[in-house]
């Protein structure tokens, strides 16, 4: 017997398929092992000595791996192409090795893509396992181990609230805070535009002044009304006529096919997928046969492919849509291997695979691919040039025309932050025609700052300086969201308070270990080791000899000294200057109540960093970390907002546990609210209005009941004879009037059933369980997320994340749970009997006197 060991059971069961009876076929389940959480898993006194744990949900699976390997004659290590695969092929070796299960002959064999030609070529090409492949894994593991396992501690004792840092993962981080600062920093600046509405032969376009008085304009000339209104009177006075035409024929060519970086940031841009979930959809497609390997920074593909996508390009599209020559392509992204070809299709003739998310995805693969290898697009640019009688002012309108649309029939490239494009269409204009002017606007602009990272742009820039590699993205993203560093708005990436404290905590007092040269170069010298250029060893002692005394300097600070150096590192964050020119350290209340000496200061407490007055305990006020500029009240808690119009007791701002509230009055009596989110402009009036909810909409027009509106825990609703409906947002609570509560409370009743709850939408969608054929899903339940196929219930294991969860563990959950039969309904149990009271002694008669 041949024993072939994979990660999974799809791509197990894909390439069985493919092997003869002879071969035998088991998944490992991903990774079998990993450094135990916790101090001392690697040693860097013992020459960087590793302790490897075996992951106590593969016990049995690896004991039917090496009771299998005991019978076989040839083990043949079928892991994924890259480094982790190396590493996987690696572990189980040294554990069948270490249980003495080892067949004599061993050998690695690897493919691109998991079609018959491809793995049976494979079976006939074996190798020797790569160790300079094992060794940048065991360097890249150790550093990531060492790094996170020696400053996580630092950041416990001397930043509280903090959670823990990663190497590539701190550097992301910084990016995101980083661009949070320049959008703060970021002021707008006023400008104007004026632009003539014209029309010729039944054609309106617009034209843009460019020229007026005899000066040439730039974007930002007209800085103010008068200027620009001044401008728009004398284009309004003047006549102009075409003087140029100028048309440019130009050509695009299309994008190379994808990579991973690339693909997650096209199936964010144009199907809104994380960079997690496309992982996990390309990572089915792989193992179903339907494309390549989808961990990888190539961009070519091969001959036999290139030769297959031309012929599909042809039968579908003519010959005409093909380039003279195929098309060639060189990455141009830093620390490119390009070990592996880009991520295609199989099978050019196959244009539809998967279903679902799934299906979407491949759609984008194959229409990539496809693109990659047709001719490129033709357009034409024109430009045409506006003059007044005395030549002092002129227009310019521009258009694009595509004249043959090549591979954008098939496949155009999205973009993260689109700019404004002329692409309009524009009539036929000759010199000396005279268009007809219907109106002339000036238009006020701002500029705006730059935007927040998206998935897709955060995927992009890590690349672009070389930091991490793209199959680690989607996990570095995650964790960052998982921790709460950052969250996610309208697909942008926000800062969070920890987040930004980390970040400075961090530059403060790591700033070469945030430094994005240093994680670029470290990248680069993980790549020697894996080229076997440099010893892996000698790479961990180079950092370490560094990192280490610099971790223990830090250790040796108090906490009061490193919240002082935080203090100073961000002052201009905190502390802005105030509108009234007074001192931003000012302490608010202080002012109020006539107190001196009230100065404000970072201080560290249980729940994190926050601002405080020195004039504590007499002094109460403090604000959140993420509040700055509070001194002037906005913001600020503990601050007094005014006063209640009706009782007149003091209505405050204050923060909590759980966030930041507003309390009126004072002691049990108090009545108190939590602040929304969604509120940016705070202040008494929102404060009076969250303290007066709920709020009486009024009576149904069917029932008479009344109908509620308030803000609960899981965030605004209304509520009506026991059934809810969700509000859109904060303000909506007091909007909402009787027509729009009645449809909502309809539309959730109709959706949940009676009870008005709308039903639990999927966390995750998977294939038909291959028993009962019912479609397998990941749902959210009152006792934690389980999986289903519709007549079966398996509870998920806490340690597996409800997304994360595979087609082939959902299989085996649910098989599980059946094969246990139905679950027993416990009895009521009967009320325990009373035990009967001691029968009391009868009294010693009293002898007789």
């Not at 295609?344 to 693969?365: M, Q, V």
């Not at 700033?511 to 250029?533: C, H, I, K, N, P």
């Not at 203090?567 to 006539?594: I, N, Q, S, T, W």
Request: net charge neutral; charged share 30%.
């Amino acid at each position: 017997m041949q024993l072939v060991i994979v990660e999974s059971p799809a791509k197990a069961k894909t390439i069985e398929k493919y092997l003869g009876s002879d071969f035998k076929v088991l998944a490992s389940y991903g990774h079998v092992r990993d450094l135990p959480p916790k101090d001392g898993s690697v040693r860097p006194d013992e020459d960087f000595a590793m302790d490897w744990e075996l992951y106590r949900d593969k016990q049995s699976r690896f004991k039917d791996i090496a009771d299998n390997a005991k019978k076989a004659d040839r083990l043949i290590l079928a892991t994924d192409p890259d480094r982790e695969g190396e590493a996987i092929s690696w572990h189980v070796r040294e554990l069948l090795q270490k249980r003495k299960a080892l067949p004599d002959k061993v050998e690695r064999v690897t493919f691109n893509a998991i079609t018959k030609q491809a793995v049976t070529d494979a079976m006939k090409s074996p190798r020797e396992l790569d160790q300079p492949l094992i060794d940048a894994y065991l360097a890249r593991r150790a550093l990531d181990y060492l790094y996170g396992f020696t400053l996580s501690p630092v950041l416990w004792r001397r930043l509280p609230g903090a959670k823990s840092a990663g190497r590539v993962q701190s550097v992301a981080l910084r990016l995101i805070v980083d661009r949070e600062i320049e959008i703060e920093h970021f002021r707008a600046e006023e400008y104007w535009s004026v632009i003539a509405k014209l029309q010729h032969d039944g054609t309106e376009f617009d034209a843009r002044l460019v020229k007026f008085d005899g000066d040439k304009l730039d974007k930002m000339t007209f800085g103010n009304e008068g200027s620009a209104m001044a401008a728009k009177k004398a284009v309004e006075a003047s006549s102009f006529t075409v003087e140029e035409v100028e048309t440019k024929p130009f050509k695009r060519n299309p994008a190379p096919p994808f990579t991973t970086s690339t693909l997650q940031q096209e199936a964010a841009r144009k199907l809104g997928f994380s960079a997690s979930h496309t992982m996990r959809l390309a990572q089915s497609l792989y193992e179903a046969g339907a494309i390549t390997y989808m961990r990888t920074d190539g961009v070519s593909m091969d001959g036999s492919a290139i030769a297959a996508c031309r012929k599909a390009v042809a039968d579908r599209y003519g010959g005409h849509a093909l380039p003279d020559s195929p098309r060639m392509y060189k990455t141009k992204a830093k620390n490119a291997q390009e070990a592996h070809e880009a991520i295609r299709p199989t099978d050019f003739n196959r244009d539809r695979a998967g279903s679902g998310d799934e299906g979407k995805l491949y759609d984008l693969i194959f229409k990539r691919a496809m693109a990659s290898q047709m001719a490129a697009a033709s357009l034409e640019r024109t430009t045409v040039t506006l003059r007044d009688p005395t030549g002092r002012h002129e227009l310019r309108a521009s258009g694009q025309v595509v004249k043959y649309p090549g591979f954008l029939a098939v496949y155009q490239e999205g973009r993260d932050d689109p700019e404004d494009d002329e692409d309009g269409l524009l009539p036929t204009l000759a010199k000396g025609d005279a268009p007809l002017k219907k109106g002339v606007e000036a238009n006020q602009h701002f500029t705006q700052p730059p935007p927040r990272f998206s998935e897709a742009s955060l995927v992009k820039r890590l690349e672009e300086l070389g930091i991490g590699r793209p199959s680690t993205y989607a996990s570095t993203i995650q964790t960052l969201r998982d921790r709460n560093y950052v969250r996610m708005e309208k697909n942008r990436f926000f800062a969070e308070e920890s987040g930004r404290l980390l970040t400075a905590f961090l530059e403060r007092f790591f700033e070469r270990y945030v430094a994005f040269d240093f994680t670029a170069g470290m990248e680069e010298e993980l790549d020697t080791v894996s080229d076997g250029r440099e010893d892996w060893k000698a790479l961990l002692a180079e950092f370490w000899k560094d990192f280490k005394p610099k971790t223990e300097e830090v250790m040796e600070k108090k906490p009061s000294e490193v919240t002082e150096e935080l203090d100073d590192f961000l002052a201009d964050y905190l502390f802005p200057e105030r509108a009234d020119g007074k001192d931003p350290r000012h302490c608010p209340l202080c002012e109020v109540e006539g107190r001196e000496n009230g100065r404000l200061a970072l201080r560290g407490g249980k729940f994190g960093a926050f601002v405080a007055c020195a004039n504590y305990p007499e002094c109460k006020y403090t604000r959140q970390f993420a509040k700055p500029g509070g001194a002037d009240g906005d913001g600020g808690e503990d601050a007094v907002l005014g006063n209640d119009p009706e009782t007149g007791l003091p209505v405050e701002r204050k923060s909590g546990r759980f966030g930041p509230y507003v309390q009126l009055g004072e002691g049990k009596e108090a009545k108190r609210a939590s602040i929304p989110k969604d509120l940016d402009d705070f202040d008494l009036e929102w404060a009076l209005k969250l303290l007066s909810l709920p709020r009486i909409v009024g009576a149904h027009p069917e029932t008479g009941l009344e109908i509620e509106a308030n803000i609960g825990r899981y965030g605004p609703y209304l509520r009506h004879d026991g059934k809810y409906g969700k509000l859109s947002g904060t303000r909506e609570v007091f909007d909402v009037g009787m027509n729009r509560a009645v449809d909502i409370l309809a539309q959730a009743a109709n959706r949940g059933g009676a009870g008005g709850r709308a039903k639990a939408e999927p966390i995750k969608t998977l294939g038909a369980h291959p028993t009962s054929g019912g479609e397998m899903k990941v749902m959210p339940g009152r006792y934690g997320p389980y999986v289903t196929d519709g007549t079966t219930n398996a509870t998920i294991p806490k340690d597996v994340k409800p997304e994360d969860l595979t087609e082939a563990q959902a299989i085996e959950l649910i098989d599980a749970r059946a094969a246990k039969g139905p679950t027993k309904k416990k009895g009521r149990k009967a009320p325990a009997k009373k035990k009967a009271a001691p029968k009391k002694k009868a009294a010693a008669k009293k002898a007789a006197s």
